[in-house]
């Protein structure tokens, strides 16, 4: 199983194995609490590593990862002259799993080609699309299209302020965009086929139906510099397929659903004056004021929603990652991320200069991008994913081949 190979027909030996795991990344909702979330993906991941421990590969960090690896050592070690030190443990934990999984995700993406690699996603994000509809239908029958209520979960259905929101099979609509933009992005660029087809269509229905502000923005953006990236040939097809696509979905959910999108769109945003940003900006403000009273290495690691909870009444998230990071690992901590979070933008452009039809990757950084200045998620399980995924196009088939030549020449 731990065995690396490359081969240009056939299937390749781990790729069943990693469908099944990637899939399980998005089964996060199926843990057992023992002090901290087991997630599915946490468990398989420790078996894989346990029987392909001879065989396991440890890739050369590039020069992203190591400023990656820097900033997470800081931050986790802020945690130890913290107010809160058992708060600042979990995180770290959480940290370290999420460190372990993505040398995991590289070494297993490693053992199969690009094409395979595809096709898994491919695959794994219409799975994960429809049973994301399949529970928010459920969860609209159950509740008899009755959309009164706040705070209600109901399958795959959240009322929020009697807003009927799609969360899948994930317990929070906005980040169920971020889990699933690179799937979105990924169909836009391959719309060639069915697949493609059907595969952002679904994509593009349920990122609406999360009826996430910060969301469905870094949608739009990330939809418009991708297209921005694509041949002529192919944005010509594009602007004629989506708005058909789009009036099809309209019609389907507001007949199958009994949901106007439209009209459910426009109060959406008109409560953005009214509620803050669902009171976003006063916790941006309480975070300001306890980064100037600690400035150079922060309050400690995982420790804003304690300091909130004692300062300002409410045990929250800060709800912005960026300013999260600054709050609890200070200028230093901020310096790092920053680095690592720009040479990752270069390592994606060198990506998309050598080849234009990848430029999903730029439209899913940027769109993380945005939605990280509206979520805290520092440790996501999405997050080290699609940096396992971006250093997977990073490598060359070239590449490879040309290491696993010096690999077979050293036996």
């Known amino acids: 199983m731990g065995k690396i190979i490359y081969e240009k027909k056939g299937i390749s030996n781990n790729y069943f194995l990693i469908f099944i795991l990637v899939l399980s990344v998005f089964l996060g909702n199926l843990n057992i609490n023992i002090g901290f979330a087991l997630k599915p993906h946490m468990v398989l991941m420790v078996v894989i590593f346990m029987l392909s421990l001879s065989k396991f590969v440890f890739h050369k960090p590039q020069i992203h990862e190591t400023f990656m690896i820097f900033f997470y050592v800081f931050y986790c070690l802020t945690g130890v002259f913290s107010t809160y030190p058992m708060a600042s443990l979990r995180l770290t934990i959480a940290i370290f799993i999420g ?40 969860g609209l029958i159950s509740t008899n299209f009755n959309f009164y209520g706040n705070g209600i979960r109901v399958y ?41 087809k059907i595969g952002f269509a679904l994509a593009l229905i349920t990122t609406i139906l999360t009826f996430s502000r910060g969301g469905l923005l870094a949608t739009l953006v990330g939809i418009v510099i991708t297209i921005a990236f694509l041949n002529v040939k192919t944005k010509i097809k594009i602007f004629f397929v989506i708005p058909i696509m789009t009036w099809i979905s309209y019609f389907i959910v507001l007949k199958v659903m009994h949901i106007d999108i439209y009209q459910m769109l426009i109060k959406r945003m008109e409560s953005v004056g009214k509620d803050g940003g669902s009171g976003r900006i006063e916790i941006w403000n309480n975070g ?30 800060m709800h912005n990652t960026f300013l999260e990071i600054l709050v609890e690992s200070g200028v230093i901590g901020s310096v790092l991320f920053f680095i690592f ?14 080849d234009k039809s990848k430029a999903f990757l730029l439209g899913a950084y940027v769109s993380i991008s945005i939605s990280l200045m509206f979520l805290s998620l520092i440790a996501s399980e999405y997050l080290f994913l699609f940096l396992a995924l971006i250093w997977r196009y990073s490598m060359t088939e070239k590449e490879y081949l040309y290491r696993e030549q010096i690999k077979l020449e050293g036996k």
Do not use: C, H
């Open 288 to 317: 300001l004021s306890l980064f100037l009273d600690n400035p150079v290495q922060g309050i400690g690691i995982y420790n804003f929603r304690d300091y909130n909870a004692e300062l300002f009444g409410q045990g929250i998230y």
């Open 99 to 138: 460190l372990f999984s993505y040398f995991i995700f590289k070494f297993l993406f490693s053992t199969i080609t690009v094409k395979e690699f595809e096709r898994i996603i491919g695959t794994v994000g219409i799975v994960y699309n429809v049973i994301s509809l399949l529970f928010y239908l459920f």
């Open 341 to 354: 979070w720009a040479l990752l933008f270069f390592r994606i452009m060198s990506i998309v200069r050598m």
């Open 156 to 196: 795959g259905l959240m009322l929020d302020r009697s807003m009927p929101r799609l969360i899948g099979i994930l317990s929070d609509p906005n980040i169920f965009v971020v889990s699933n933009s690179f799937f979105l992005f990924f169909f836009l660029a391959n719309m060639k086929g069915k697949k493609g």
